[in-house]
């Protein structure tokens, strides 16, 4: 079984700063990539930001300059800074995970969390 969770949504006013973990548990052999993502109402789930296990990444265009996204291999976990929040960033957040769950498989799953609410709000 694997879980990934997610924690560090909030409240914040625009321009203010938050920032998310998620970390994936269990029967885990190794992780590739972790990945944010977010949903607004009546939007479609898009992606935020990206990472490889060799800390390679990628960002949505409304995000860049804004937010980082960074790993800790050896705890399982990724992390969003999310800097100058405006009221677009309003959303539930989701982490993924694109893992590999014993040596003796190359099989690929993805695992998401269960989301978080970012609001910006003044």
């Known amino acids: 079984q694997v879980q990934v969770v997610e924690s560090g949504g909030g409240l914040v006013q625009p321009g203010g700063s938050l920032r998310l973990s998620c970390a994936a548990s269990?029967?885990?052999?190794?992780?590739?990539?972790m990945g944010w993502y977010r949903q607004a109402p009546g939007k479609q789930r898009e992606l935020v930001a990206a990472?490889?296990?060799?800390?390679?990444?990628n960002y949505a265009d409304s995000v860049k300059g804004r937010f980082t996204i960074s790993r800790d291999n050896a705890k399982n976990t990724v992390y969003l800074q999310m800097n100058s929040l405006k009221y677009e960033d309003t959303a539930v957040y989701y982490c993924?995970?694109?893992?590999?769950?014993?040596?003796?498989?190359?099989?690929?799953?993805?695992?998401w969390g269960q989301g978080t609410q970012v609001t910006v709000s003044s």
């Open positions: 269990g029967s885990i052999f190794s992780i590739n990539a």
């Open positions: 990472i490889t296990s060799g800390g390679n990444t």
């Open positions: 993924n995970a694109d893992l590999r769950k014993s040596s003796g498989s190359y099989t690929t799953y993805r695992y």
